[in-house]
C-alpha cells in the first residue's frame, strides 16, 4: 500500500518532491537542528502523492488544462476559471485510503484527544531562494477532529489554484502541471494566548547581513503577515551575538492595535483591541530575544543562505517555537544592476506618514480599495491606499504604482510585496484611508530614510541609476560619509565608501530623545510643567531618567556603526549652540542667553564646566555603551570646537572620569580643525589627540572673519580663498609629519574637482561627503589621484 504520510522526524530537506518546500524545511528542522535546542512543533505530511492520487480517482487533472483559457494579457477571466476550478476541487473526496492514514497520523499525534492542529499547505515549487510562494496557498488554524482535518486537506489541495497562486506561477513562469501540493499537520501553538511572529536573517531593506529584524505582536501571527498592526521591532546585532555582548542594539515598541486570538463562544478567530497596559509593553524579554537570535542565526548557517523564520511563543507553557523557515527571496536574488537613487525635487504639505518600504519615489492617483473586489478602479500606475492587505490583493499589487496601508510593520504581507515587485510603499499610517482622499493626486516618498513621506500632490523627483558598481574606489584617499540621521544608516551603508567620517550626534538627540541632558539629571529643578509632563511621557517605563537618554542616544550610534561595521564610524559628539540646546525639553532652564551663540559656550568648552559636565558624561556613557557592551569597537569619538591644547586636555580627563578612556579596547578620539589655532597649534594638539578632522565651514567663517549665515556676506564667504587653501595645506603637512590622520568634511571636493585635486596633493587621508555628492566625489577623488600619478611619473622621466 502507498504510504501517503511522512512525519516530520523522518523528513529531509531532500523530500521536497514528496512533501513540498515547506515541509520539507520543517522535518529538516525537526531533525538536525534540535541539537541547538530549536523548537519546532511536532507533525507529519500528507505527500504530494495523495494530491495526484486524489486528482486521478476525482478525474481532476484536466484543472491544470483549463488554466489554457486564461486571457494572458489582462487576466481578466482569471477569478472565473480560478473559482471553476477550485469549486470542482472542493467537490472531490478524498481517496480511502488517504482519509484512512491521514486519521490515523491524527490519532498517533494527538493521542486520541480532539488536539488543535495547524494545517498548512506545502507546494513542490514553495520555499525557493528564487520563489517563496509565501502567503499564496491557504492555511487553517486549530482544527481539531478527523473530519475537520480532513476538511482542510481537501481544502489545501483546492489551494493549489487561488487567483494569487495562478498568477504568481504565470509571472514566473512556472508550469502549473508540475506544481503539486503536500499538506503539513501540526500541533498547534497557543500563541493566541501568547505571542507570534517574523524574523529576518538580514535587515529587509537594505540587505545588510549583520542584523537579525525579529518583529513581535500579542496573538497570532496573521496580524503581522496581514498587516493589521503594528507589531515591536528588535534588531541584534550577529557580531555581538557571537562575541556573547549585548547584541540588541534598538528596539521598537509598536502600537500593536488588535489581539488575533480564538473565539471563546464561537467557531474560528476574533480580533479583540489590546489593552492599554499591554501595547506598551514589549512583547519578547531581552532573554527571548537573545534566544530567537541565536536560533535564527543557527537556521541561516544550517541552510547557507538569509532565511525568513515564523516563531510563535505558547501563552500556556511560556516556550518559544519555529513555525516555519524559508530562504529570503528578495535580496538574495536581487539584481544590484537595477538599484536607483530616487531624490524629491520640491516638497509639499505632507498629509500622512509611516514606515518606508523600499526607497523609491512614486507620484500618481490614489486610489482607496477596501478589498481586492474592487480591482476594476484600480488602472496601472495608481496608488493603492488601504487598511492593510493579504494575498489575495496580489493581482492588484502587481498593477499599483506604489502602496500605502493604515497598518502593519515591515514585515507585512504589503512590505514584502512591495519589495518583491520593487515598489515604494508606506505602511502603518493609522489614517491613511480617512485622510487621503479618493482621486487625488499624491506623491509618496522612501527615500528619506526609515520614515515614508505621502505629499499632496504630483511632485517632481529625479532618478539616478547607481552607477557605482563599476566606480572605481581612489587608491589613496578614504572616500567616508556625513550621517546624521540612523534611519538611513542601513541604506547608505550599501553604497561604496570607507566608513562614517562626521555623525552627528545633534540629530540623534533632537529627533529621538529630545530632551535636554541636564532636565533628566536635573528634573526636580525643573519649574517647567509643561516640560515634566512631556519628560515623564518620554520616559515612561524608566526608573532614572538618565538611562533614558544614555538608552536612545547609544541605540541611535550603534544602528549605524552596526550598519558599517567593520568600517570606522567618526562620533562627533555634541555641538549644539546655547540657543539650540535651550530648545530641547526642558532646555530653556539650563541654557545661558549668548549674543552671539556661534562662537560662545559650544563644543568642548562645553565638557568640562558645571552647566554641562553632567550631561557630557550621559554622552560619554552611550558611546562606552555602544563601544564595550555592544562590541562596536569601530566607534572613534571627536571632539569639536576645541579651542586650545588645555582644553582639550581638560576634554579627555573628564572623558577618563567618566568611563570612556582613549586607547582603552582601542578608542581613538579625534578632534575637529575647525578653528585658526587647531592649525597654527596643530603640532601640540596631535600630541594628545589620535587624529584630526578639517571643518570647512567654520574653518572658513573664521579664518576670513565671515559670519557663514550672512545673507549679505554670502558672496564672500569661499572655500578657495587663498587664506582658507594656505590653512587646510598647513593642517595637512603639520598632521602627516605628526604622523596622524587628518580628513575633510566639506561640500567642494565634490562641486569643485580641482579643490579635490588640491586635497589629494597635499596628501589628505580621506574626503567625507554628504551622501547626495559621494558618486561625484568618488570620481573627482579618483581623477586627482589619477592626475598626481601623470605628474609624478612625468617628474621621474624628466629625473
Known sequence: MENYIMDFSATRLTDVPLVGGKNASLGEM??????????????????????????????????????????RKDYSNLHEIGSAI???????????????????????????????VAVRSSATAEDMAEASFAGQHDSFLHIAGVKELQEAVLKCFASLFTDRAIKYREERKIDHSKVAISVGVQKMVAA?????????????????????????????????????????????????????????????????????????????????????????????????????????????????????????????????????????????RADKSRDKDYRLLERTEVIAKGEAVGSGIAA??????????????????????????????????????????????????????????????????????????????????????????????????????????????????EVMLILSDPDQAFRLAARPSDGVGLL????????????????????????????????????????????YFIDKLSSGIAMVAAAFYPRDVIVRMSDFKTNEYARLIGGETFEPEEENPMLGFRGASRYYHPLYREGFGLECSAVRKVRNDMGLTNVKVMIPFCRTVKEGQKVLDVMRSFGL??????????????????????????????????????LTQLVLGIDRD???????????????????????????????????????????????????????????FNPDALTKGIINIGEAEERLRETSKKGAQLD
Not at 529584524?213 to 546585532?237: A, H, K, M, R, S
Not at 603637512?733 to 567642494?748: E, H, I, M, T, Y
Open 30 to 71: 525537526t531533525v538536525t537542528l534540535a541539537r541547538a535546542g530549536i523548537h519546532v512543533p511536532a507533525g507529519f505530511a500528507v505527500t504530494t502523492q495523495a494530491f495526484r492520487d486524489f486528482l486521478d480517482a476525482n478525474r481532476l487533472w484536466d484543472c491544470f488544462s483549463t488554466l489554457d483559457q486564461l486571457d
Open 86 to 116: 477550485r469549486s470542482r476541487m472542493l467537490q472531490g473526496k478524498l481517496p480511502e485510503a488517504v482519509a484512512g492514514q491521514i486519521a490515523e497520523a491524527y490519532d498517533k499525534l494527538s493521542g486520541g484527544t480532539l488536539l488543535p
Open 192 to 332: 493566541d494566548t501568547g505571542c507570534s511572529g517574523v524574523c529576518f536573517t538580514l535587515e529587509p531593506e537594505s540587505g545588510c547581513t549583520n542584523i537579525v529584524l525579529i518583529t513581535g505582536v500579542w496573538g497570532l501571527g496573521e496580524n503581522i503577515v496581514q498587516g493589521t498592526v503594528e507589531p515591536d521591532e528588535y534588531y541584534v546585532f550577529k557580531p555581538a551575538l557571537w562575541q556573547g555582548k549585548q547584541a540588541v542594539i534598538q528596539q521598537k515598541t509598536g502600537r500593536k492595535e488588535s489581539i488575533l486570538r480564538y473565539a471563546k463562544d464561537q467557531e474560528g478567530l476574533e480580533r479583540i483591541e489590546t489593552p492599554e497596559d499591554m501595547r506598551e509593553k514589549l512583547v519578547l524579554s531581552s532573554a527571548e530575544i537573545i534566544l530567537l537570535a541565536n536560533w535564527a542565526l543557527a537556521i541561516e548557517e544550517h541552510y547557507h543562505c538569509a532565511m525568513d523564520i515564523e516563531w510563535a511563543k505558547d501563552g500556556n507553557t511560556g516556550e518559544l517555537y519555529i513555525l516555519q523557515a524559508r530562504p529570503e527571496t528578495v535580496h538574495s
Open 364 to 477: 500618481g492617483t490614489a486610489r482607496i480599495l477596501h478589498s481586492p473586489l474592487d480591482a476594476g478602479a484600480l488602472q496601472p500606475g495608481d496608488i493603492i491606499v488601504t487598511a492593510n492587505t493579504t494575498p489575495d490583493w496580489d493581482p492588484l499589487l502587481q498593477k499599483a504604482g506604489g502602496i500605502i496601508t493604515d497598518s502593519g510593520g515591515r514585515t507585512s504581507h504589503a512590505a514584502i510585496v512591495a519589495r518583491e515587485t520593487g515598489i515604494p510603499a508606506i505602511v502603518g499610517t493609522g489614517n491613511a484611508t480617512t485622510i487621503i482622499k479618493d482621486g487625488s493626486q499624491v506623491t509618496i516618498s522612501c527615500s528619506e530614510g526609515k520614515t515614508g513621506y505621502v505629499y499632496n500632490g504630483k511632485l517632481s523627483f529625479k532618478v539616478t541609476s547607481k552607477a557605482e558598481e563599476v566606480l572605481t574606489m581612489p587608491q589613496g584617499t
Open 504 to 547: 552627528r550626534m545633534e540629530f540623534i538627540i533632537t529627533h529621538t530623545v529630545k530632551v535636554h541632558p541636564m532636565a533628566l539629571i536635573r528634573y526636580e529643578e525643573l519649574d517647567d510643567k509643561a516640560a515634566k509632563e512631556q519628560i515623564n511621557a518620554l520616559t515612561q517605563g524608566y526608573g532614572d531618567k538618565k538611562q
Open 661 to 698: 578612556s582613549q586607547l582603552e579596547n582601542g578608542l581613538e578620539v579625534y578632534v575637529m580643525a575647525e578653528i585658526p589655532s587647531n592649525v597654527i597649534n596643530a603640532a601640540a594638539f596631535a600630541e594628545i589627540f589620535d587624529g584630526f578632522s578639517i571643518g570647512s565651514n567654520d
Open 710 to 768: 550672512s545673507s549679505i556676506l554670502a558672496g564672500e564667504y569661499s572655500e578657495e580663498d587663498p587664506a582658507c587653501k594656505t590653512m587646510v595645506s598647513q593642517m595637512i603637512r603639520a598632521a602627516g609629519k605628526a604622523g596622524v590622520p587628518v580628513g575633510f568634511c566639506g561640500q567642494a571636493p565634490s562641486d569643485i574637482p580641482e579643490y579635490a585635486s588640491f586635497l589629494v596633493s597635499q596628501g589628505i587621508n580621506s574626503i567625507s
